[in-house]
């Protein structure tokens, strides 16, 4: 009987499917078990085998919680919206539902061909209508509530409306729009339906603003920070430049302190949360207002600024405002305008990761115009620079170089004078990073105090004066939820006058249109600007022809969609009862599973993904629709496998290759080549590179200089990516190694949190190590497993693999438990077993890591039903207890031969069981020793 790997593997992947031996039942008498992957966006590339990673791992221990006797839900589904499908539906015109539908297909297959034990039927789709129906009814949700600072929740915005008709806004402690002007009830009730409406936008949760965004030309619209790298676009690497525009907005902010306390009560990697924590950025301080000083043709206005260090007020000398501070081209001079105007239209080409990064470049432009000091009274001239940004505290920052080293810097470039008014007090970054702190100040009311109690004094002096008060600050912005594109979740919003309204929820979905090209229409409106039929009638309920838009019954709909972070922000909630089509999920199914008890996914997601979801459950939970305020309760960050990759190297201005061994001392290009025309030699496969239709004509002509008759690549360990030819096909290592083999090879290349570089030649030693597993169990002349009772050896090693096993899934040090089976599969072969009651407990223990060889062998042992429903071996610390001790017995220090005694024997036995040993006489040769030392346990030395 042959291990026939991919006859196995395909009857049990068929076996699983038919069966549908993983589906999940929403209420059992076992306890639940929750395992989610960060689900994936199906490219057209496939997978490759760094992808898989994380989701065998997850397996893995979904697996082994079922033999544990959980009820396991392990989901899987697709984050199918998104910039790629779209930006080839503008290249080819293919719809980008086709493409997405199509590289679904290819996923769902290479998923399958792993074996994984997802439950399939409750796949989620994030651009299926039924799916995104439900992401509209959340957003509508947001949009109909408002953040309650007393009782420190979202409550729905009826409650604000009868406040304001009661008693209007003065005793309201909302999360809302800053400038938010008084009134009294009897104002709103005077005020328009219109007035109204415009007033309650500044309080809802997601709100229209006109907002500072990332708006990349060449792709027609908006982009997270996330989406950026190096000031390009992520996709594309298109130039990305600050634009304002008018945009729907989430107002993550309110959450800010809930989202930082949230951390201390989930079990995620510290490096994970320290991320979330300096995103969130909390700052303690105060708000201080600076008046600016009027000109004869101008008014006076006012900066706000935050600062954490209030009393350094009198170290003032200058104040910087953002580029895209509103308030710039109000104060700006004449005789400025020209100098701010080149530098703003010069800073909206840097994206603001750029500008946070770049601490050494100095450069900014003086308005014109001056603040007074709220003190002193004395003017303070005021610059814009770009390392301040406008979506951070105020977007105004009072600079005090003589206690900054950013503001020094400034303040010396541009020759702005820094007051002395410390006498040689220390005022370096050290001095300022002290318990006790510098106090920059030369005011009697601040003078002689430590830095807690100048603080103090200074927000209370401030607040006096009526030009200050204590505040916490959040670098926490808002966040912006309009993207320009076509392929997203539509808005369920159409526009009656200018003012967004609400589709009813009954009314649900509201389906993408179809457009003749997905591009932005030519006088700039976002591809949905297209649609023909994209107009809501609010008599029949239903999308009709822009032809019939009369303002009256039929308004225009909204032409933005959704960002990819939509989807993704509930889609595990939706997992636990994903075929409801009446509600978002049951009471029933949200209060069984509750929450996600181990997810797995990337740590690049931290301040995205694993942030805004964050922000939904909790404000869902505001709502009473779920039933717990943090959604996954342990988090692990799998690391990458990484790509081998292989270099060309051209010499600079010829066609002409070295090999590379000759390019020391050469001008040359490295060039990407496939690893597919490299072999274990790192010898280059000439014609097979010259005869490659993607490269074209780039190498037909070329010169290869060889060494020693071959061409030798370089080589480098980089991100697995199609970019760099260096990708790893997974059906390539199925189709030879077998999935099992696959599986085995990822968790053994090392811990799944660290980065790992990829080599299909290692991929060999688990293929031997399972084809020795099978002939443990069978040869050629079929199954040789017997009733045989287990020898005391048989059991040891059994049970301290189940022991070391289960320590490591635990764990999640699944790298060790595969040395750990093959350290057993040596063992057993050497000890001849064949006893079935060591061999089926063992394939339990392996069926997690490799589920189809131990399917098939669990099977020819003549068991029902799949192995995946079998309890997991219990470990018996008995049979690891040793009865007896194998002493190394000496003589004068030196080791002669070895004696197997009872660890119960006493000292005295011992002595006289080795004397009496006939190994021991012919050492003595009839002397009588002079000593003999007996360490239990240990050694006996004869000291002749």
Same mark, same amino acid.
Request: proline letters at 5%; glycine letters at 6%.
């Given at each position: 009987m042959k291990y026939n790997f991919n006859e196995i593997e395909a009857k049990w992947q068929k076996y699983w499917a038919e069966n549908q031996t993983f589906k999940a039942i929403n209420g059992s008498d076992k306890p639940k078990y929750y395992v989610l992957d960060m689900f994936p966006y199906p490219s057209g590339a496939g997978l490759h085998v760094g992808h898989p990673l994380g989701y065998i791992a997850s397996d893995i221990y979904a697996r082994y919680k079922r033999h544990q006797g959980f009820n396991v839900l392990h989901p899987q589904g697709y984050d199918s919206f998104g910039l790629p499908a779209e930006q080839y539906a503008i290249q080819t015109g293919q719809h980008p539902a086709i493409t997405t539908a199509e590289n679904i297909k290819t996923y769902r297959r290479q998923l399958d061909q792993i074996g994984f034990s997802f439950d399939w039927s409750r796949e989620v789709r994030?651009?299926?209508?039924?799916?995104?129906?439900?992401?509209?009814?959340?957003?509508?949700?947001?949009?109909?509530?408002w953040y309650n600072n007393h009782t420190d929740k979202a409550e729905d915005i009826s409650v604000l409306e009868t406040i304001f008709s009661s008693e209007g806004n003065e005793n309201v402690n909302a999360v809302c729009d800053d400038n938010i002007e008084p009134f009294s009830a009897e104002d709103w009730n005077a005020f328009s339906s219109e007035k109204q409406q415009q007033i309650l936008l500044q309080y809802r949760l997601t709100y229209l603003a006109e907002t500072e965004v990332n708006w990349c030309p060449a792709l027609g619209t908006v982009l997270a920070n996330d989406e950026i790298v190096n000031g390009v676009s992520e996709r594309g690497g298109h130039p990305v430049i600050r634009k304002k525009m008018t945009q729907w907005s989430m107002r993550i902010s309110a959450y800010a302190e809930r989202l930082l306390q949230g951390l201390e009560k989930i079990d995620w990697t510290d490096s994970l949360k320290e991320s979330q924590r300096n995103w969130i950025g909390k700052s303690v301080g105060a708000s201080v207002t600076f008046n600016v000083i009027a000109s004869e043709t101008k008014q006076s206005d006012v900066i706000d600024v935050f600062t954490t260090r209030p009393d350094t007020i009198f170290g003032v000398s200058f104040m910087t405002l953002a580029p895209e501070h509103e308030l710039v081209s109000q104060i700006t001079t004449p005789e400025q305008k020209e100098a701010v105007d080149a530098y703003i239209l010069k800073?909206?080409?840097?994206?603001?990761?750029?500008?946070?990064?770049?601490?050494?470049?100095?450069?900014?432009?003086?308005?014109?115009?001056? +603040?007074?000091?709220?003190?002193?009274? #004395?003017?303070?001239?005021?610059w814009i620079g770009d390392y301040v940004l406008a979506g951070y505290g105020t977007g105004a920052v009072m600079s005090v170089p003589c206690g900054d080293e950013r503001d020094y810097a400034?303040?010396?470039?541009?020759?702005?004078?820094?007051?002395?008014?410390?006498?040689?007090?220390?005022?370096?970054?050290?001095?300022?990073?002290?318990? #006790?702190?510098?106090?920059?100040? /030369?005011?009697?009311?601040?003078?002689?105090?430590?830095y807690k109690k100048a603080t103090k004094r200074a927000i209370y002096e401030l607040e006096q004066i009526g030009q200050g008060q204590g505040k916490t600050n959040y670098r926490l912005r808002d +966040?912006?939820?309009?993207?320009?594109?076509?392929?997203?979740?539509?808005?369920?919003?159409?526009?009656?006058?200018?003012?967004?309204?609400?589709?009813?929820? =009954?009314?649900?979905?509201?389906?993408?249109?179809?457009?003749?090209?997905?591009?932005?229409?030519?006088?700039?409106?976002?591809?949905?600007g297209n649609a023909t039929v994209w107009a809501w009638d609010t008599e029949k309920n239903e999308v009709v022809s822009n032809d019939l838009i009369d303002n009256k019954t039929i308004h225009p709909l909204e032409l /933005?969609?959704?960002?990819?972070?939509?989807?993704?922000?509930?889609?595990?909630?939706?997992?636990?009862?994903?075929?409801?089509?009446?509600?978002?999920?049951?009471?029933?199914?949200?209060?069984?599973?509750?929450?996600?008890?181990?997810?797995?996914?990337?740590?690049?997601?931290?301040?995205?993904?694993?942030?805004?979801?964050?922000?939904?459950?909790?404000?869902?939970?505001?709502?009473?629709?779920?039933?717990?305020?943090?959604? +996954?309760?342990?988090?692990?960050?799998?690391?990458?496998?990484?790509?081998?990759?292989?270099?060309?190297?051209?010499?600079?201005?010829?066609?002409?290759?070295?090999?590379?061994?000759?390019?020391?001392?050469?001008?040359?290009?490295?060039?990407?080549?496939?690893?597919?025309?490299?072999?274990?030699?790192? #010898?280059?496969?000439?014609?097979?590179?010259?005869?490659?239709?993607?490269?074209?004509?780039?190498? =037909?002509?070329?010169?290869?200089?060889?060494?020693?008759?071959?061409?030798?690549?370089?080589?480098?360990?980089?991100?697995?990516?199609?970019?760099?030819?260096?990708?790893?096909?997974?059906?390539?290592?199925?189709?030879?190694?077998?999935?099992?083999?696959?599986?085995?090879?990822?968790?053994?290349?090392?811990?799944?949190?660290?980065?790992?570089?990829?080599?299909t030649a290692g991929i060999t030693g688990v293929h031997s190590f399972l084809k020795k597993l099978w002939k443990l169990y069978a040869d050629d002349n079929g199954l040789k497993v017997t009733?045989?009772?287990?020898?005391?050896?048989?059991?040891?090693?059994?049970?301290k693999t189940i022991k070391k096993v289960k320590e490591d899934i635990e764990n999640f040090s699944f790298n060790t438990s595969v040395s750990t089976f093959m350290i057993a599969a040596n063992e057993l072969t050497a000890q001849k077993c064949t006893s079935k009651e060591i061999l089926e407990p063992l394939l339990v223990l392996i069926s997690p890591y490799a589920p189809h060889i131990a399917e098939e062998l669990w099977s020819q042992l003549r068991n029902n039903g799949s192995i995946s429903k079998a309890p997991f071996p219990e470990f018996d610390a008995s049979h690891l207890v040793e009865s007896s001790k194998n002493y190394p017995i000496s003589f004068n220090g030196k080791m002669r031969f070895t004696m197997e005694l009872p660890m119960d024997m006493s000292k005295d036995d011992i002595e006289a069981a080795v004397l009496a040993h006939e190994k021991t006489q012919e050492q003595l040769g009839g002397r009588t020793p002079k000593k003999v030392i007996v360490v239990p346990g240990k050694i006996v030395n004869i000291v002749g």
């Amino acid at each position: 009987m042959k291990y026939n790997f991919n006859e196995i593997e395909a009857k049990w992947q068929k076996y699983w499917a038919e069966n549908q031996t993983f589906k999940a039942i929403n209420g059992s008498d076992k306890p639940k078990y929750y395992v989610l992957d960060m689900f994936p966006y199906p490219s057209g590339a496939g997978l490759h085998v760094g992808h898989p990673l994380g989701y065998i791992a997850s397996d893995i221990y979904a697996r082994y919680k079922r033999h544990q006797g959980f009820n396991v839900l392990h989901p899987q589904g697709y984050d199918s919206f998104g910039l790629p499908a779209e930006q080839y539906a503008i290249q080819t015109g293919q719809h980008p539902a086709i493409t997405t539908a199509e590289n679904i297909k290819t996923y769902r297959r290479q998923l399958d061909q792993i074996g994984f034990s997802f439950d399939w039927s409750r796949e989620v789709r994030t651009s299926d209508p039924s799916y995104y129906k439900w992401t509209q009814w959340i957003f509508i949700q947001l949009f109909n509530s408002w953040y309650n600072n007393h009782t420190d929740k979202a409550e729905d915005i009826s409650v604000l409306e009868t406040i304001f008709s009661s008693e209007g806004n003065e005793n309201v402690n909302a999360v809302c729009d800053d400038n938010i002007e008084p009134f009294s009830a009897e104002d709103w009730n005077a005020f328009s339906s219109e007035k109204q409406q415009q007033i309650l936008l500044q309080y809802r949760l997601t709100y229209l603003a006109e907002t500072e965004v990332n708006w990349c030309p060449a792709l027609g619209t908006v982009l997270a920070n996330d989406e950026i790298v190096n000031g390009v676009s992520e996709r594309g690497g298109h130039p990305v430049i600050r634009k304002k525009m008018t945009q729907w907005s989430m107002r993550i902010s309110a959450y800010a302190e809930r989202l930082l306390q949230g951390l201390e009560k989930i079990d995620w990697t510290d490096s994970l949360k320290e991320s979330q924590r300096n995103w969130i950025g909390k700052s303690v301080g105060a708000s201080v207002t600076f008046n600016v000083i009027a000109s004869e043709t101008k008014q006076s206005d006012v900066i706000d600024v935050f600062t954490t260090r209030p009393d350094t007020i009198f170290g003032v000398s200058f104040m910087t405002l953002a580029p895209e501070h509103e308030l710039v081209s109000q104060i700006t001079t004449p005789e400025q305008k020209e100098a701010v105007d080149a530098y703003i239209l010069k800073t909206a080409k840097r994206s603001e990761r750029d500008r946070m990064a770049d601490v050494k470049t100095i450069s900014g432009v003086f308005t014109g115009a001056y +603040a007074e000091h709220p003190f002193s009274k #004395e003017p303070i001239p005021v610059w814009i620079g770009d390392y301040v940004l406008a979506g951070y505290g105020t977007g105004a920052v009072m600079s005090v170089p003589c206690g900054d080293e950013r503001d020094y810097a400034f303040a010396k470039h541009f020759g702005i004078p820094i007051p002395n008014i410390f006498d040689g007090v220390d005022i370096s970054e050290e001095a300022f990073s002290d318990k #006790e702190k510098t106090v920059i100040g /030369n005011s009697d009311f601040l003078n002689g105090m430590n830095y807690k109690k100048a603080t103090k004094r200074a927000i209370y002096e401030l607040e006096q004066i009526g030009q200050g008060q204590g505040k916490t600050n959040y670098r926490l912005r808002d +966040a912006v939820f309009s993207r320009q594109r076509y392929w997203g979740e539509p808005f369920p919003v159409y526009y009656v006058n200018g003012m967004p309204q609400m589709i009813d929820a =009954a009314h649900l979905p509201i389906k993408l249109p179809e457009v003749e090209k997905y591009l932005p229409t030519e006088t700039g409106e976002p591809p949905l600007g297209n649609a023909t039929v994209w107009a809501w009638d609010t008599e029949k309920n239903e999308v009709v022809s822009n032809d019939l838009i009369d303002n009256k019954t039929i308004h225009p709909l909204e032409l /933005n969609t959704m960002p990819g972070w939509a989807g993704s922000s509930w889609y595990f909630n939706r997992y636990m009862d994903a075929n409801n089509t009446e509600e978002f999920a049951s009471k029933e199914a949200l209060n069984y599973w509750k929450d996600v008890d181990l997810y797995i996914g990337g740590s690049e997601h931290a301040t995205g993904h694993l942030l805004y979801s964050r922000f939904w459950q909790k404000f869902l939970f505001d709502k009473g629709v779920v039933p717990v305020d943090e959604y +996954a309760k342990k988090l692990i960050n799998q690391g990458m496998i990484l790509g081998t990759s292989a270099f060309v190297y051209r010499e600079e201005g010829t066609n002409t290759y070295l090999s590379f061994g000759l390019i020391e001392n050469k001008k040359v290009q490295p060039l990407h080549v496939k690893v597919k025309y490299v072999n274990a030699s790192d #010898e280059l496969d000439i014609e097979g590179l010259k005869n490659d239709e993607e490269f074209g004509d780039d190498y =037909a002509d070329a010169e290869f200089i060889l060494e020693n008759g071959v061409y030798k690549v370089g080589r480098d360990v980089e991100k697995m990516s199609k970019s760099k030819y260096n990708v790893v096909n997974p059906d390539d290592i199925v189709s030879d190694y077998g999935a099992d083999s696959l599986r085995l090879y990822e968790m053994f290349l090392g811990p799944l949190e660290q980065y790992k570089p990829w080599n299909t030649a290692g991929i060999t030693g688990v293929h031997s190590f399972l084809k020795k597993l099978w002939k443990l169990y069978a040869d050629d002349n079929g199954l040789k497993v017997t009733d045989a009772t287990p020898t005391k050896d048989n059991l040891k090693t059994l049970h301290k693999t189940i022991k070391k096993v289960k320590e490591d899934i635990e764990n999640f040090s699944f790298n060790t438990s595969v040395s750990t089976f093959m350290i057993a599969a040596n063992e057993l072969t050497a000890q001849k077993c064949t006893s079935k009651e060591i061999l089926e407990p063992l394939l339990v223990l392996i069926s997690p890591y490799a589920p189809h060889i131990a399917e098939e062998l669990w099977s020819q042992l003549r068991n029902n039903g799949s192995i995946s429903k079998a309890p997991f071996p219990e470990f018996d610390a008995s049979h690891l207890v040793e009865s007896s001790k194998n002493y190394p017995i000496s003589f004068n220090g030196k080791m002669r031969f070895t004696m197997e005694l009872p660890m119960d024997m006493s000292k005295d036995d011992i002595e006289a069981a080795v004397l009496a040993h006939e190994k021991t006489q012919e050492q003595l040769g009839g002397r009588t020793p002079k000593k003999v030392i007996v360490v239990p346990g240990k050694i006996v030395n004869i000291v002749g």
